[in-house]
Nanobody
Framework: QLQASGGGLVQAGGSLRLSCAASGRTFSTYMGWFRQAPGKERELVASITWSAGNTYYAASVKGRFTISRVNAKNAVYPQMNTLKPEDTAVYYC????????????WGQGTQVTVSS
């Protein structure tokens, strides 16, 4: 089970830190954060591997978002800085078992709204 939190309303240029805690039996290799804005497709914005901490960032957030994990807490934290109105979306955390698998495990979404 994945539990996401930390969304809210922030002004452009501000920061938010989301969190996603995994409970129960965790066998995932990758943890990802997706977002979906109204009328747009869901997109992967960042991911991290539990073991080595290898990260991926979408071009739209690179340099502004930083994803980290705390293995002992089974938790992943995307730090979102210099937020823009176009970052407004529902953000979801998800997990997958391997590089070749799909994200099969999803948490509930958390709303991030960036005002101009």
């Amino acid at each position: 089970q994945l539990q996401a939190s930390g969304g809210g309303l922030v002004q452009a240029g501000g920061s938010l830190r989301l969190s996603c805690a995994a409970s129960g039996r965790t066998f995932s290799t990758y943890m990802g954060w997706f977002r979906q804005a109204p009328g747009k497709e869901r997109e992967l914005v960042a991911s991290i591997t539990w073991s080595a901490g290898n990260t991926y960032y979408a071009a739209s957030v690179k340099g502004r978002f930083t994803i980290s994990r705390v293995n002992a807490k089974n938790a992943v934290y995307p730090q979102m800085n210099t937020l823009k109105p176009e970052d407004t979306a529902v953000y979801y955390c998800a997990a997958k078992l391997s590089a070749d698998s799909s994200y099969d495990y999803w948490g509930q979404g958390t709303q991030v709204t960036v005002s101009s």
